[in-house]
Structures are given as C-alpha cells and as structure tokens.
C-alpha cells in the first residue's frame, strides 16, 4: 500500500518498534484501543481505518477485551468522520455452537457494525503466513514431531487462505464502493484437513510426518501438550484447537464477484509463505529487529544474538571482523572450530582447510573456512552461510553500529533445523557455543582495542620526540 499512492496511518502501542518497518511517508501513532482517548488524534482525518486488533494472549477474558477495544474504536472512528471500516474475522456458521474464539471474532463485527459506519468483514480460515497462529502451529508440530499422536480435531476441514491473497483482499476493499461494504468469506482454492495441512508443510521441508489418530486427547490436554512442544501458548492452543473441530469453509461465493482475487492452493500458499520468510530473512537487519542478546525464532530460524559495545570507530571494529577465519582464527576457542571441522570433513563436508582470502577484506563469494560471504556492506555488516554438512541451514552475522564516541558489535548465528533432527543438533551444542560465542564476541572487541593502541602509539611518540626538540 506504501507503494500505490495511499496515505497510511499506523496506530500501535509501542511504535518505535515499528520506525524501522514501514516507509517514511508512513504516519505513527501512539494508542491502544483500551484506551479510548489515544484513538481521537489517530483517527481525525482518516477515510478507512483497519481493524486488526486480537486479545487472546491477554489475561482475564479476551472475549470481553476484545468487546471493549471493539466498541472503543467503532466510536472513535464514528466521531472522527472516518468513512468506513475494514476488519478481518473467522468462518463458520452463526448457526453452530461456536467455539469462544470464533465466536468473539463473530461478535468483533457486530460491534462494528453497531456504529452504523459501512463495515467490510473478511472471515477466514487459517492464514497461511508467518505470525499466524494456525500456520506456527502446523509448522512446530511437523519440524519437531517426527511421528504425532493426534485426536479428531486435526481431521476437521478448513478452508487455508495465503498471506499474499487475504492482504489483496484487504487493499483492494479500498476500491469498492462503501456501499458493498458487508460480510464476505474467503478462503484458499483447496479445502482441507488439518492433518493435510501438515503432511503439505512437510513437503515444502522435505519432511514426511507420521500422523496416528488417536481418541482421547481433549481440548484440554491436546492444549497442555502444545505448549510444552509449539511456541504456541498453551492458553491460545486451546482456544485454537477448540475452533479446529469446527468446519470453516466457505459457504458464500460472494468475495469471487466482488473482488478480483483468485486464491491459491496450499501448496502455493505454503511456498511463498516460506518464499516471503527467505526475502524478509535477507533484509532483515538484527540491530533493527532485536533488542537485547538472547536465543530468538524467526520463522523456523533458530536465532542466537548476542551485542557488545568498544570504543572504538565503527572503520577498526569492522577491519578486525573482516579478518576472521584462516591463519587468524576464530577469535576464541579455535580448537574446537577445528574439531567441528575434522568431524565435518569425516561425514564428507568441506572442513575447516579451505582458509581465506590472503587479504585483509572480503567480497561475496569468498570462502573463509567452512563458510562463504553471503552478504557484506563496508564497516557496516557481514553475512557468512555455512557449508558444512548439517541437519539444517546456518549462518554467522555480524553487524557494527555506532553509538557516540563507541561502537556496537552485535554477533548473531542463525540456524534453520530441518525436522527434529535439526532441533537436536541445535540445542545438543547450548553449551560449547556459549563459549564460543561469548568468546568470539568478546576477541574481536579486544581486537579492536589492540588496534586502536597500535594506532595510538607512534602519535604519543611523535609528540614525545616534538617535546623534546622545542626543549
């Protein structure tokens, strides 16, 4: 939308997290639709507002939260002259028993509507992109259950919706007319099973899941169990599974007419999902997208960040970073970078004796070690890809930043774990690279503080030497 003339407004709780996201023309602002006084500035002046808003991660009832910032934001924009509203919900018949999640997400609209602004409602199934719960639920089951006990709700039918066609939807509900602003259902070209859902993800992963049916796990249980395995919370398993057993297809053809979007199948949703996760993965600059050292997820990445601030000029820190691997070393714990590699070249990968460039920098497509450069910007970032035989992908990041007289190093390692083989591979080494890491991080600092006394030392001998002359 940044890119086809329209004027956007964000409104967020914490915006600054989002300054380094969105294109500069892009307005933000601060609220939260509890609050209903902070939504009056953000809504003055604007035609359309989305609503996409979801409480179930909140504490207490999110069904009466997610009420409350319903109607806070339906008058707000009531009172502000905004033209209509644009909000996503979820399938299934009003006529059912349904569960407390799609029945709050049925209710959401009603209250919209309640304020007699043109509202127009997309209810879908699971959305297949990264961030949708259904989707990171699909995708921790298969990368981390090679065989799975499952009850009846992953033989419930649904109807998945791509990323990319359900936000067509959304842009282009600014071109119709407020008039045809109603309820319209959308979903995926296939209609599948839960259960098919994963056998189709682990294809695109080249992983075969073995799914047992079984009677007995209830809502309850089947949600305890998710949270121990799936970075789903167990809360919001449950209330997720509980609308699983629901079948959400589509019933009504009408966004076909109305719209010019033809939904993809899952196959294809599933690939440009994972397609979508590798561009935004290549742009993706750590010191924008994280805030504090730890172990992270990015998808199905596995990401290890860890900052450390020098004084010393962004120019040296990144000189001593562009001299690692080969005769150098790694900084820290070379032997055990050698022993990685010994081990490596015994299962027929490259080793650690493919070395480096004789120079001191580096271009994309140079080998250092058992890596390549995959990404380099001067004093600035270097991105190396493993080559070694795993069971996965990694890479090696490293970025400088400066920050006043001083400068910011922050060392990330990324590994996508194919299956659960790659999980174990990942965690089985916690410790040794807690050392290596740390050490890693901590030589080249020291390294640019060598640097930065080498460079020092014939100044203070110079002006010694001038000194005594005038003497």
């Not at 956007?8 to 294109?23: D, F, G, M, T, Y």
């Not at 359309?48 to 179930?56: D, E, F, I, Q, T």
């Not at 069971?391 to 774990?417: C, H, N, Y």
Request: glycine residues 8%; aromatic residues 8%; positive net charge.
């Amino acid at each position: 939308m940044e890119n086809q003339g329209y004027r956007l407004r964000c409104l967020a709780r914490r915006p600054e997290i989002l300054k380094q996201k969105v294109h500069p023309s892009t307005e933000l602002y601060t609220g939260d639709v509890l609050d209903r006084p902070s939504l009056d500035s953000a809504l003055r002046g604007v035609d359309v507002a989305y609503y996409m808003v979801h409480s179930m991660r909140s504490t207490g009832s999110f069904a009466e939260i997610d009420r409350q910032g319903a109607r806070n934001f339906s008058e707000a924009a009531k009172a502000a002259g905004v033209k209509g509203l644009i909000y996503v919900g979820g399938l299934g018949s009003d006529e059912e028993e349904l569960s407390t999640h799609l029945r709050s997400r049925h209710e959401v609209g009603d209250i919209l509507r309640q304020s007699d602004l043109p509202v127009c409602e997309f209810r879908a199934s699971a959305v297949i992109g990264s961030g949708s719960a259904s989707f990171e639920l699909v995708r921790a089951l298969v990368e981390r259950l090679p065989i799975m006990l499952t009850p009846r709700w992953v033989k419930g039918k649904a109807q998945p919706i791509g990323i990319d066609d359900l936000l067509d939807y959304l842009i282009e509900a600014l071109q119709i007319p407020l008039s045809k602003y109603r309820i319209y259902e959308v979903g995926g070209a296939d209609k599948v099973s839960y259960a098919d859902m994963m056998r189709a993800y682990g294809r695109h992963r080249g992983l075969k899941p073995l799914i047992i049916p079984v009677p007995v796990l209830t809502p309850w249980l089947s949600a305890l169990w998710l949270g121990l395995i799936t970075p789903v919370y167990a809360r919001i398993g449950r209330s997720i599974i509980e609308s699983i057993v629901h079948v959400t297809v589509v019933r009504d053809n009408a966004a076909l007419t109305a719209f010019s979007v033809r939904p993809m199948g899952i196959d294809e949703a599933i690939h440009r999902a994972l397609a979508n996760e590798e561009t935004h993965f290549s742009e993706t600059r750590w010191s924008d997208a994280l805030s504090s050292s730890g172990t992270h997820r990015f998808g199905t990445r596995i990401v290890d960040s860890r900052a450390l601030t020098v004084e010393a000029p962004p120019n040296i820190v990144f000189k001593c970073i562009e001299r690692i691997g080969g005769d150098h070393g790694w900084y820290a714990c070379n032997w055990l970078w050698h022993l990685r590699g010994f081990i490596d070249l015994l299962q027929g990968g490259v080793g650690m004796g493919r070395g480096r460039p004789s120079s001191h920098t580096l271009r994309v497509g140079d080998t250092v070690d058992s890596f390549r450069v995959e990404a380099i910007e001067p004093h600035r970032r270097l991105r190396l890809k493993s080559e070694m035989n795993l069971p996965g992908r990694a890479w090696l990041e490293f970025e400088v930043t400066k920050e006043g007289a001083s400068t910011q190093i922050r060392q990330t390692a990324i590994f996508d774990p194919v299956g659960l083989k790659g999980q174990l591979y990942w965690y089985s080494l916690y410790v040794p690279h807690e050392f290596v890491f740390n050490g890693m991080l901590r030589g080249i600092a020291q390294a640019a503080l060598r640097e930065m006394r080498d460079l020092a030392m014939p100044q203070i001998q110079n002006g010694y030497t001038a000194t005594q002359r005038r003497r």
